[in-house]
């Protein structure tokens, strides 16, 4: 499209001269021999230039140019005169804003197509650096816009994640740690964020300088679908952790590609392994006790036909058959001791409920102990606190507890050693008690194996040659029925810990004194 030029000028042999000379150039020219009429096309018509002469009657080429001006604060104008003054000049470039100034006559024909050229050149660059301006402009405001946003939601996020009491990280495609909130950065043990974001999980985690082994962050982002899975503490093996792998699909480059929800489950495995043994110890209770009931009734004829034929009245024994007579009675008596236990297993005798001063109890028990502590080469440390607060529960049930713990111990180390007993008051495990008091009985022996650890609490497991198996279930459930906990801590060549978990009584009730203490024999 050819470039449209307006010129104005009253002499109309100027006009037309003008007219040919930019015609042949190409241009597309309209003619006003006047200002108001120059005005008037211009409004109706836009063009890329205008040329006007400085002297006119009624509206002189200084007030034409001012009137464009308005009209269009980026036309180009050449003012061409034929009284050319260093004044005009100056006020018409460079008050006015006019391109070019020209005289008349036009004696350089060339001069007039070069300012013309160049004047078009700028409005046209001008234009478009106004457009390009205008462009960065909409892009800057867009992008302040969406950086805005991006705060916006990332300050949402982060009140989001902050709102939730577990641990939530957001990781990169990467790897990298980009939002995460106060309880994961409590879990990392760091205490500053800059230590913590942008920093690759595995290293703040892990503490490793490569991805861990069988990645299942890396498995869950490529698939696109939640993973979820159960690990030992990364900063506590001892503890047991859910982790939940939610992958997210962004448009975003390398931004939260997956959200880490870490939660303690310790405590939950611990309640479903106990209503497990509780389910276990139902059915194993009814089933042992029906067949403790069928094998009393034929040991006692066993028994009471031994007797007959150890009636020395009526038969005469050799110091022999005397001998073999003694050592049957000893096993009915140990098949009975073990039918008894059985017995008890299956159907808990019916419990007595005193305050108990456990540091008392545990005292007494000991002493029954002493004789065989000394023979089998083992120290026994007590300590205990004084002012502990009285625990309610069954004094026969508690010492049998007591010394099954204590032979337990005695057993376990052979060729002597430790045994460390200690009595406190501490936090309880659960929120089912405000008080507690902790009684924890140590030995030196090998420890138990993390194989047997979940089941020494079972009924009829044993690893001894001659035990039963029920001294420590029994014991478990004798503590369960008192309200509280009975735990074991063991590792191998360590040593064993037993921990019983006591709920206190009422410290507002009056404390009456332990009453006496009956023996219970040795636990199996």
Same mark, same amino acid.
């Given at each position: ?21 930019? /015609? ?30 400085? /002297? ?225 110890? /139902? ?242």
């Amino acid at each position: 499209m050819n470039n449209k030029i307006l010129i104005i000028d009253d002499d109309i042999e100027i006009l037309d001269m003008l007219d040919t000379i930019l /015609s042949n150039e190409g241009y597309e020219v309209l003619r006003a021999e006047s200002g108001k009429e120059a005005i008037s096309l211009l409004q109706s018509d836009p063009v890329d230039l205008v040329i006007t002469d400085m /002297s006119m009657p009624v509206m002189g080429g200084l007030e034409v140019l001012a009137a464009v001006k308005q009209l269009d604060e980026n036309m180009e104008i050449i003012v061409l005169t034929g009284d050319a003054t260093l004044e005009n000049a100056v006020q018409a470039l460079k008050e006015d804003g006019a391109f070019n100034y020209l005289t008349k006559p036009l004696e350089n024909i060339e001069e007039l197509l070069i300012s013309v050229k160049r004047a078009i050149e700028k409005r046209k660059l001008r234009s478009e650096n106004k457009t390009l301006i205008e462009e960065l402009k909409n892009e800057v405001e867009e992008r302040i816009k969406v950086e805005r946003q991006l705060v916006q939601s990332k300050t949402n996020l982060q009140s989001v994640f902050d709102g939730i009491s577990e641990p939530l990280i957001m990781v990169d495609r990467k790897m990298t740690i980009k939002v995460l909130n106060e309880p994961a950065k409590n879990y990392t043990q760091l205490s500053r964020y800059q230590d913590i974001l942008d920093k690759p999980c595995f290293s703040v985690l892990a503490g490793r300088s490569t991805a861990c082994k069988d990645c299942k962050l890396l498995l869950a982002m490529s698939s696109g679908s939640p993973t979820t899975f159960e690990r030992n503490g990364l900063k506590d093996k001892a503890r047991v952790e859910e982790v939940v792998i939610y992958p997210i699909q962004n448009k975003m480059e390398n931004e939260g590609n997956a959200i880490i929800r870490i939660s303690d489950i310790t405590e939950q495995k611990k309640i479903e392994e106990q209503l497990i043994r509780t389910d276990r110890l /139902s059915s194993l209770g009814q089933l042992s006790g029906g067949i403790a009931h069928e094998i009393r009734n034929p040991l006692s004829s066993i028994n009471l036909f031994t007797d007959i034929l150890c009636d020395e009245e009526k038969y005469d024994r050799t110091a022999q058959e005397n001998e073999l007579f003694d050592e049957i009675k000893d096993n009915i008596n140990r098949i009975e001791k073990i039918i008894k236990q059985v017995l008890d297993f299956a159907k808990p005798p019916v419990t007595t409920s005193n305050e108990i001063d456990l540091n008392e109890l545990t005292q007494e028990s000991i002493k029954f102990w002493a004789s065989k502590l000394r023979k089998s080469g083992i120290r026994l440390n007590l300590n205990i606190k004084d002012g502990l607060p009285p625990i309610q529960g069954d004094v026969i049930g508690l010492q049998q507890v007591i010394n099954n713990v204590i032979l337990n111990a005695i057993e376990a180390m052979e060729k002597g050693g430790d045994i460390n007993i200690s009595i406190s008051q501490g936090v309880p495990s659960t929120g089912e008690h405000k008080s507690v008091v902790y009684l924890k009985v140590s030995d030196t022996g090998p420890g138990i194996s993390k194989n047997h650890q979940e089941d020494i609490f079972n009924p009829f497991f044993t690893t001894k040659a001659t035990g039963t198996g029920l001294g420590l279930s029994i014991s478990h459930q004798i503590i369960k029925r008192q309200g509280g906990t009975f735990t074991v801590e063991s590792n191998p060549d360590a040593g064993t810990t037993f921990i019983i978990e006591l709920p206190a009584a009422d410290s507002k009730r009056k404390t009456t004194h332990t009453p006496s203490f009956k023996r219970c024999s040795r636990a199996n």
